[in-house]
């Protein structure tokens, strides 16, 4: 685990941000046409491995490379709190935050476990625990230099030479940002985004709805800015993951997205500039009814579905496996030629 302290800055305004997401790069077209022409050669009929063929060649044009590999994936959990809390939004207080950061730390949290089952580091980091994001029903959630910092932050915890990010977070009331977010990238209501995150009854997933609504006619036509509904309704973990996304972008490194929280997160991108998260896949579709929502806005099809909702980047771990299969199928099985097998005629 590491605190979000700042070391050389990259981004001090949300222009600096703008700027590199306006400046990323194409997939690399030789290393997916490589990574295409050796799935036709390999000893199974034509499609037999289904998605699992695609993601090998996204994968190569991602990287920039062929073959892919899976040697060095990193799991980065940002952790966050959100003074929207005192509205009443979570099963929770703002406090398990702090003591789920040192569960972590202890090794005793589900992605300790997935992250260690499936081979990719973990790195949690905290963004100012002790002082939450201000409830953004009354004023913005951050101040524009607090943004760019917490943008700053996930840019900088992406360091070269990994070959696959997995991006998560923990920070109790942050589904109640990420609603108010997607409600105001992609429009709709509350009642849209709105679900109940860690447990909410029927009665506090309407009081959730109420105040995202609060949220969106608070900053009105300031939410038509991407990165100024990141930074007026989302979180500091939320900032980071965003920039950590785009870092990723920058550095040739592909992404797996978590669930609901991840994915809002990511979505500023998407608006900013067309294609900026063709980088990404969704890891899994969660429990929280605004994710369905979520990824078939964003275009994005799971790899999988199996009613989760813990957050952590577990989703995102699980799907680490499919992409390992992904990646051992098409590096390791034999061409037709190799195996002395018939092709097609």
Known sequence: MSDATATAIEIATLADFRARVAAF???NAAAAEAARAREAQLTKPAGALG??????????????RHPPSLERPLCLVFAGNH???ARGVSAYPGAVTREMVANFAAGGAAINQL???FGAAL????????????DFTAEPAMSEAECAAALDTGWRAVKPGHDVLLVGEMGIGNTTAAAALAAALFGGSGADWAGPGTGL??????????????GLRRHGAALADPLEA???LGGRELAAICGAVAAARARTIPVILDGFVACAAAAPLAKLAPGALDHCIAGHVSAEPGHVRLLATLGKA???????????????ALALGVLKGAVATHCGMATFAEAGVSGKI
């Open 25 to 27: 790069a194409a997939p």
């Open 51 to 64: 998605r699992l063929e695609e993601l090998a060649i996204w994968l190569a044009a991602w990287q920039g």
């Open 83 to 85: 003074g929207v809390v």
């Open 115 to 117: 992250c260690k089952a």
């Open 123 to 134: 790195e949690v980091i905290a963004l100012e625990l002790e002082r939450p994001t201000a």
């Open 201 to 214: 009854d029927g009665a506090g997933v309407a009081r959730k709805a109420a105040v995202v609504d609060e």
């Open 230 to 232: 990141l930074r007026r």
């Open 302 to 316: 799971p790899l999988l579905s199996l009613g989760m909702r813990l957050g952590e980047a577990s989703g995102a």
